[in-house]
């Protein structure tokens, strides 16, 4: 029964690799990884790795994949479809590279089959009780490896922190918003001191975003209870606030 | 199964990802082409913990697992901001750094 299992997961898992390697389409692309990801957890169970198995069903087949399907999804498919179409030096390139993957492959197996570890050709030690459940791990995880476990949520923060940094919309809506509102703020020794003032000066500039800019800009600024009256709802949270 | 036929599926994986990493173009292909080379080291970890009867091998492979992630954040964080620019979504043609 290990054995059939065994056999089923290695094959999808490598077929989904080659699956990876070969289909054009992005989105099949991540498809495939999906279909290599979950076989994988197959062989992760067969190791005794029950925790590690859920959690790359749950964190590489969910999370991870469907943010790879969100930025395809950005992208575009188009984008990402024609670049990989073209080839300027690329097939030679691509034989030399295929070359070497097979150099790398024939590497490994020389090392898997001349070694000199006698468990490779066993079964593996015997099963102790609770190996690979979520509470082995978390007792691994907060006795021995607590300084790996606090540098790795760490580097997720930073991770996350970066990203936001990368992907951030530069001169977008909320930096012009802030521009305008900058403006409005210089115009300021019309009506200065006061609160009812302060209060004008948000009036016109709430004024001054809804309407052309020729027009109101030609006119005088508005006194309290003028003009700003259609307008009195939008800055009054603000003004509470001062 | 012996552990040894678990190492060589891990063999294969890593190679068709490094493989992968070097023939496709597309930068979202390099990442998950560099997430299936992590898998594979992933379950050569996790096979050595079988034949050693030591849990060390699984927490390697949940370390490995948040830095994997850390660097798909990064990667599609860069691709974003790749395609903002209006850059070529390519990697032979993002050559900007080049000395």
Redesign the interface.
Known sequence: M??VL?FIG?IG??AG??G??TLRD?FL??LS?VV??LF?AV??L????E??AA??VV??AG??MV??IF??A??GEE??LG??TRA?L?AS??LA??V???L??IE??IA?LGTG?R????????Y?PG??TPG??GN??LT??LL?FEI?SF??L???V??????R??GGIAEEAEEELVLAQRRRPLGTGTTAEAVSTLAFAAAHQRHDHGTVEAQPPPPVDGPGDPVDEEPSPTGGGW | MNIGWYLAVSAIIFTLGAVGVMTRRNPLVVLLCLEMMLNGGNLALIAFSRMLGNGDGQIFAIIVITVAACEVCIGLGMVVAIFRRSLPIDVDELTELQG
């Open positions: 290990a054995a065994f290695g898992t490598i690799a080659i990876v390697v992005p692309t991540v990884l290599h990801l994988l062989l992760f067969l190791l005794r790795a925790f590690l959690a790359q964190v590489y999370a991870v943010l790879y930025v395809v950005y992208v984008v990402t670049s990989d300027p690329g390139l691509r590279s295929t070497f993957g097979a790398l492959l490994l197996f898997l570890l468990g490779i050709d066993t079964k593996g030690s015997p102790i190996f690979g082995f791990i691994l995880l021995r490896f790996a790795a580097l997720l930073i991770a996350a970066g990203a936001v940094v990368l992907a919309r530069r």
